[in-house]
């Protein structure tokens, strides 16, 4: 479904060299109303609108736009082909995706600017 709206990214690749490639053509209609919905989540406080803003700090609001728009599509095909309702991922989803990474990086940023630190698990209320 989503090769078919055109919002998979192309595939160049060369020597073993990655070079840019466009979207796929295809249904331009549904490309374009998904792709202004994909805009207008990014400063919703959800699932999508963070997914906008981390791409969009690393690739530029157009294409993350087109990641969104892709994400979109792929949600909608799971829950129509699953009879299933949507239940959004939250907001601090990715941070708790990599919450050990960041745990690291944060203590080695601290260490190297001549800290001691001492780490100690929250206590469950």
């Known amino acids: 479904m989503c090769s078919w ?3 998979v990214p192309g595939q160049n690749e060369s020597a073993g ?6 979207t796929k053509k295809g249904n331009k209609y549904l490309r374009s109303a998904l792709t202004e ?11 999508l609108g963070a997914l906008y ?5 690393r ?12 994400a979109m599509l792929r ?3 799971y829950l129509l082909t699953r009879k299933e309702m949507y239940v959004d991922l939250g907001e601090d989803y990715f941070d708790k ?5 960041i745990v690291r990086h944060s203590l080695r940023r601290l260490e190297s600017l001549g800290y001691t630190v001492t780490l100690e698990e929250p206590k469950a209320s």
Not at 17 to 22: D, G, I, Q
């Open 37 to 47: 919905a994909a805009h207008s989540v990014r400063g919703s406080k959800n699932y």
């Open 97 to 101: 995706q990599r919450q050990q990474s």
């Open 17 to 22: 060299k990655r070079k840019s490639a466009k």
């Open 53 to 57: 803003r981390r791409t969009a700090s």
């Open 75 to 77: 949600i909608s095909y």
């Open 5 to 7: 709206t055109g919002l």
């Open 59 to 70: 690739k530029g609001k157009k294409r993350a736009g087109i990641v969104v728009a892709h």
